[in-house]
């Protein structure tokens, strides 16, 4: 299914690797607050130091605005880094230039060097080629091990590997192949599972689901979109106005493989203590607004999902942030870490379900990327991985 280079197929003995991980981590007050991205990344490095590698890592953290900012400096990941690998870690306050050469020219096998955040420079987003050349002259190799920033043609992550052998990590590896094989060759029923707040941000990936799965279930924010381009009045719940016509198009497409909740969970505010009640999908009166799926629906997408072979989900059910609101949620990553199906979840706030509900060992396969997860669901293909290799 992956028919791009690894590192499996390099020899790295004496060789400085550039690695594009993504280190894109929470940090507060100086410290990292959510280390899976990083844990994500060792497999990749020590298969490269065993192999007798130097390594120069680059990654963006945050949105830096209009230049270097040091709540956004990777100082605290190279560090927090060198606990996780039990050995120093270089750092350098620069991504280019004089410093930057040097530290990597002075690199010895099995060392480790981090650059600064790739989005304090300008050239990174705009790609620029003078940005990917001066990168790539710091090594012999490049190895793309980010697959959250895949869907960017960024210097760091597409440019650069246009003047290197460009290969792929273990981490790019895994992603690729699991969510490349559930569009290509699902196990059935293949059961797609969508949710957040907009259709907006969906409209290509339910369009391109619509057409391989079985069933697209549908919750979240997203649902009310669907009831209200239904004739359905939705209170004060967040609708998209500009999508009803796109959900109108959806809707015919999607048949019955296109299932939305059957009763919903309102409340009189959009706060964890408000009033709340459960009803049938009715119109919901003024004042109130819908925060969660069903009982009910929660029971029908159950049974949906426990007969499936390959089960995708994407975006939680409800506000789940909110205890009060978190039950659909919650309910649905049970009914998926149960069903024996191949299981992949993308997108940041079902896997923070996963993980709060403790299933998360339970999960075939856990995406570390949000936004290059829904590309590839949409059938788009990604800049950075298409700038690798080919196999053959």
């Known amino acids: 299914m992956f028919n791009k280079k690894t590192i499996r ?16 981590v ?7 607050k959510d280390d ?25 953290l945050g949105r830096p605005k209009g230049g270097p900012s040091p709540e956004f400096s990777m100082k605290p990941v190279a560090d927090y880094l060198a606990g996780l690998m039990g050995k120093p870690v270089a750092f350098v306050g620069n991504l280019v230039g004089p410093d930057v050469t040097a530290a990597a020219q002075a690199l010895k096998p099995g060392e480790i060097l981090v650059l600064e955040n790739t989005r304090f420079h300008p050239g990174e987003t705009k790609n620029d080629p003078e940005l990917s050349e001066q990168l790539a002259r710091l090594a012999d190799v490049y190895v793309n091990d980010a697959f959250g920033s895949a869907h960017r043609a960024h210097a760091s992550t597409e440019g650069v590997a ?4 460009a ?5 790019m590896e895994r992603e690729i192949q699991y969510l490349g094989q559930a569009i290509a060759e699902p196990k059935r029923p293949f059961v797609a599972i969508l949710g957040g707040a907009k259709i907006s941000d969906k409209i290509g990936v339910i369009r391109n689901l619509l057409k391989i799965a079985d069933h697209v279930l549908i919750g979240g924010g997203m649902a009310n979109t669907f009831f209200k381009a239904q004739g359905y009045p939705v209170g004060d719940s967040l609708v998209e106005d500009e999508a009803l016509d796109t959900a109108r198009e959806l809707l015919a497409m999607g048949g019955t493989r296109l299932r939305l909740p059957i009763d919903v969970v309102i409340a009189d505010r959009f706060e964890n ?10 119109p919901v009166p003024d004042g109130w607004r819908i925060l969660d799926i069903g009982p009910e629906t929660a029971a029908a997408f159950r049974k949906v999902i426990a007969s499936a072979g390959t089960v995708v989900w994407n975006g939680p059910m409800g506000v789940f942030e909110m205890p009060n ?15 024996g199906a191949t299981s992949i979840i993308g997108g940041g706030d079902s896997v923070a379900a996963v993980n709060q509900s403790g299933l998360a060992n339970k999960i075939t396969h856990i995406s570390t990327g949000g936004g290059a997860s829904l590309e590839m669901l949409e059938g788009l293909v990604l800049p950075g991985v298409a700038a690798l290799l080919d196999r053959n």
């Open 26 to 32: 929470p940090i507060k007050e100086g410290k990292v």
């Open 273 to 282: 203590e408000a009033e709340s009640r459960v009803m049938p999908m009715a």
């Open 9 to 24: 197929d390099i020899d790295f003995r004496g060789k400085r690797v550039l690695v594009r991980v993504d280190f894109n």
């Open 162 to 165: 246009h003047h290197l052998p």
């Open 36 to 60: 899976t991205r990083i844990r994500a990344a060792l497999p990749t490095l020590n298969y490269l130091l065993d192999r007798g590698a130097s390594l120069i890592l680059c990654s963006h």
């Open 167 to 171: 290969v792929a990590g273990f981490l």
């Open 325 to 339: 609101f978190a039950q659909g949620t919650y309910s649905i990553a049970q009914a998926v870490a149960s069903s």
